[in-house]
């Protein structure tokens, strides 16, 4: 596959320069990561990078942040002492990329979390970048989607009122909806451990709730649905990037259904880079690559991208780079920086049909 560097075949000894691989052992993003960047090693092999000025070898050093802030603050303490890292990738989760972020950009070592969509990661903090939307730039798409495409009349949301990410997704999505539709989205909680929805489904369908927005992670949206089919209700489901539609396991699927996500290898096989990316990832792992190993592709790739762009390859040449970046042509579509961590880039909207995933919508620019 093309790197879109600008590389050459390496026979005398060159200066080798090191990336930090940041991930959590034994957490499946965090194992994702890590083969991606081992796809990323395969494809350069013995080939060298080669900036305006000079050229390099690029290697990888893994390591594993563990479970807490502190371990993770301590991994990449020793990571920097060990080693004379050039960059960072990852970690994976805002939790864990927060803590590590602050310290990274005091340190001024330019860093790309593939998946962390909190605000918080990036903000005022020059180094750090990330490789996927902001959690608002997604509520503020379904919205648009839901407004411009489904119109319905009643909607309402069902979420896990502790968890941040699910209680933050449907606040911006009803902050823009109410603002832009000029309709009331009801909110309904529940509490982790709850097992039971029938209530809640028998008091929305009372109130002829068209549209129902699950922003929930994978195991209890599954729940949901599956009692919610049960009910009979009708309603049109929307979900968000918490859900994994391949571990969706439902009973039966007459509701329509849909949900926003940054990538999905099946649809994007008449993608030539998406389609070689899969391809060679299952030839390596033998199994098919998660949307976290994409967007993970796509970060280590962005990153050494921005080092062969660089003048001099040091850490503020590089940052410098990748800031001006524009229409990057990744697996998981363009990437954008424009002065900012946060990239601008689409957000496709899915539909399960028939068991086949289809693409419903695109949409680019939020703000607009």
């Not at 449907?170 to 309709?183: G, I, L, P, S, T």
Request: hydrophobic content about 40%; aromatic content about 10%.
């Amino acid at each position: 596959m093309s790197l879109l560097l600008l590389l050459i075949a390496c026979t005398e000894p060159v200066p080798t320069q090191k990336i930090g691989i940041l991930y959590k052992a034994g957490y499946p993003p965090g194992e994702s990561l890590v083969r991606a960047a081992k796809l990323v090693e395969r494809q350069l092999k013995s080939e060298r990078v080669k900036t305006k000025n000079a050229a390099y070898r690029i290697q990888f050093v893994f390591q594993d942040v563990g479970l807490t802030q502190e371990t993770a603050l301590a991994a990449l303490y020793s990571l920097v002492k060990k080693h004379q890292i050039k960059a960072l990738v990852g970690p994976t989760s805002s939790q864990l990329a927060i803590p590590i972020a602050e310290v990274a950009n005091n340190m001024r070592i330019p860093m790309i979390s593939p998946t962390s969509t909190h605000p918080a990661t990036t903000l005022n903090k020059p180094y750090i970048f990330r490789g996927a939307f902001l959690d608002e730039a997604q509520a503020i798409a379904l919205s648009k989607f839901v407004g411009i495409e489904i119109k319905p009349n009643r909607i309402a949301a069902l979420f896990d009122v502790t968890n941040s990410y699910s209680k933050g997704l449907v606040e911006d999505f009803k902050r823009h909806y109410e603002a832009n539709y000029q309709k009331t989205v009801k909110l309904m909680t529940y509490l982790p451990g709850e097992t039971s929805f029938k209530s809640h489904f028998a008091e929305l369908e009372a109130q002829k709730v068209e549209l129902l927005l699950l922003p929930n992670f994978t195991s209890d949206a599954e729940l949901q649905i599956n009692q919610l089919i049960e009910a009979n209700w009708s309603v049109t489901l929307l979900g968000s990037d918490s859900w994994w539609p391949a571990k969706l396991k439902l009973k039966r699927l007459e509701n329509k259904m849909y949900y926003s996500h940054h990538w999905d290898n099946i649809f994007f096989e008449n993608n030539q880079a998406s389609k070689t990316f899969s391809a060679e990832y299952f030839d390596l792992f033998r199994q098919q690559p998660s949307i976290v190993a994409a967007l993970s592709f796509d970060a280590i790739n962005l990153l050494i991208h921005a080092m062969a762009l660089s003048n001099q390859n040091q850490e503020n040449d590089i940052r410098s780079s990748l800031v001006s970046i524009k229409n990057y042509n990744g697996v998981t579509g363009g990437f954008s920086f424009n002065q900012s961590g946060d990239p601008e880039k689409a957000i496709y909207i899915f539909e399960i049909k028939n068991q086949k995933i289809i693409l419903k919508s695109e949409i680019i620019n939020v703000r607009q």
